[in-house]
């Protein structure tokens, strides 16, 4: 589902809940805050970066970007904003077969420390701290506030709480706090 689309599938009863990082604020939709991630750069084990991957190194290389919908990636958004851009040499649909590509060439690969510690057991990649400021974020539960009161879906969002807090172990910062 694209992203403008989720409060409008929400509302018309659609989707009943949408697992996604920060979507556009909207009066009607809910949302339950499950766990704050932070962004790494995944890379062929001995990438000559691995070492001592530097800011200028990063925006100079070519990455391999995840855009399941085809829109521009937060990372991007962040840099365009800062009057910088990365040279993006390939666009995959899933961070699966874009970690496949960073551990088997010369692109880097922007992703979730979540995902790129699962995949540096999988496959020959290096995992890098992000040498650019950027805040965690969250990954979010939304729903529309019709389905507020809802005791089937309450019980679905406390399985899925629970199903990330006991996924991401002590790794990363599960929280539980659901906006008015």
């Known amino acids: 589902v694209a992203t403008g689309e989720v409060a409008r599938q929400l509302g018309s009863g659609q989707l009943d809940l949408a697992i996604e990082?920060?979507?556009?604020?909207?009066?009607?939709?809910?949302?339950l805050a499950l766990v704050?991630?932070?962004?790494?750069?995944?890379?062929?084990?001995?990438?000559?970066?691995?070492?001592?991957?530097?800011?200028?190194?990063?925006?100079?290389?070519?990455?391999?970007?995840?855009?399941?919908?085809?829109?521009?990636?937060?990372?991007?958004?962040l840099l365009r904003n800062d009057g910088r851009e990365r040279r993006i040499g390939i666009?995959?649909?899933?961070?699966?077969?874009?970690?496949?590509?960073?551990?088997?060439?010369?692109?880097?690969?922007?992703?979730?420390?979540?995902y790129a510690r699962r995949m540096a057991d999988l496959l020959p990649i290096a995992v890098c701290e992000l040498p650019l400021r950027?805040?965690?974020?969250?990954?979010?539960?939304?729903?529309?506030?019709?389905?507020?009161?809802?005791p089937a879906l309450a019980w679905l969002r406390e399985r899925i709480a629970d199903a990330v807090i006991a996924?991401?172990?002590?790794?990363l910062t599960p929280v539980r706090?659901?906006?008015p």
Do not use: K
């Open 21 to 31: 990082r920060r979507l556009p604020p909207h009066p009607q939709m809910r949302e």
């Open 36 to 77: 704050d991630d932070d962004l790494v750069v995944a890379m062929r084990r001995d990438h000559p970066a691995a070492a001592n991957l530097s800011r200028s190194h990063y925006l100079a290389a070519t990455h391999v970007s995840v855009a399941p919908l085809g829109e521009t990636g937060t990372i991007d958004l």
């Open 91 to 114: 666009v995959c649909q899933h961070y699966f077969a874009a970690c496949q590509i960073a551990a088997a060439g010369e692109m880097l690969l922007t992703l979730p420390r979540s």
């Open 134 to 150: 950027i805040r965690p974020y969250p990954l979010l539960a939304y729903w529309h506030d019709s389905r507020d009161d809802d």
């Open 167 to 171: 996924a991401t172990g002590d790794t």
């Open 177 to 179: 706090r659901t906006a």
